[in-house]
């Protein structure tokens, strides 16, 4: 069965520094999404993106975050400059359509600020 | 924006015994409702959804209702077994975007 794929599955920042998640959706899905999850609370959406522009952006998705997706098989997001509170889980998902068949969401990269 | 609210937030059942999640919808124009299941440090995994033209569906030992008029739906599950035990989200979805309720701990006593 195919899978979204994330890396690195796990990252240690210092606060202030700029990182870059990094996924591979599924070959033939057009829809692309970042979801967030800090620990021990509810999955939160941050962004979709289809035709190379994002879609919609919740508030948490500021302008201290980016996404893109560079060369057509990868889907990045990027967070200029890291604060304790961005600490959590990211999932990176992929659907065919818009949600209505439901996401894949890959295993996630867990994001550690200090 | 969509607020999704579930309970409850923790569940203890008997194996065996059967397990009831409900969640509320505050946007009417919601019209697709998926659940999930994660387990510790894992992605959340779709279990079973169902969309706004259909009242309940079933998939071997889960199954979801959902109340259009009130704004709620439900997970039951049957015969429980130990390996039932996750967290289990419910969402609710207009167009892309998925709405999540805060999740309920299911843990299932052998």
């Known amino acids: 069965e195919p899978e979204v794929t994330q890396t690195p599955s796990h990252q240690v920042t210092q606060m202030g520094q700029e990182v870059i998640l990094r996924c591979v959706p599924i070959?033939?899905?057009?829809?692309f999404y970042w979801y967030r999850q800090i620990l021990g609370q509810k999955v939160e959406f941050l962004v979709s993106f289809y035709n190379n522009e994002i879609s919609e952006k919740s508030e948490i998705f500021d302008d201290q975050f980016s996404v893109e997706r560079p060369d057509g098989s990868n889907f990045t997001l990027k967070i200029r400059s890291t604060k304790l509170e961005d600490s959590a889980m990211y999932f990176c998902?992929?659907?065919?359509?818009?949600?209505?068949?439901?996401?894949?969401f890959g295993s996630g990269t867990r994001l550690t600020v200090v | 924006g969509e607020n999704v609210e579930q309970h409850p937030s923790t569940l203890s059942v008997q194996e065996g015994d059967s397990a009831v999640i409900k969640c509320t919808y505050s946007d009417s124009a919601s019209n697709y409702f998926p659940w999930y299941k994660q387990e510790l440090g894992k992605r959340p995994q779709l279990i079973i959804d169902i969309r706004s033209n259909v009242g309940e569906k079933k998939d071997q030992r889960i199954a979801v209702t959902l109340n259009k008029t009130a704004k709620h739906f439900s997970l039951h599950i049957t015969e429980t077994q130990p390996e039932d035990s996750a967290v289990y989200f419910c969402?609710?979805?207009?167009?892309?975007?998925?709405?999540f309720g805060a999740g309920t701990t299911v843990t299932v006593r052998a």
């Open positions: 998902a992929s659907s065919v359509f818009e949600s209505q068949n439901g996401y894949t």
């Open positions: 070959s033939n899905h057009l829809y």
């Open positions: 969402a609710a979805s207009i167009d892309y975007k998925l709405s």
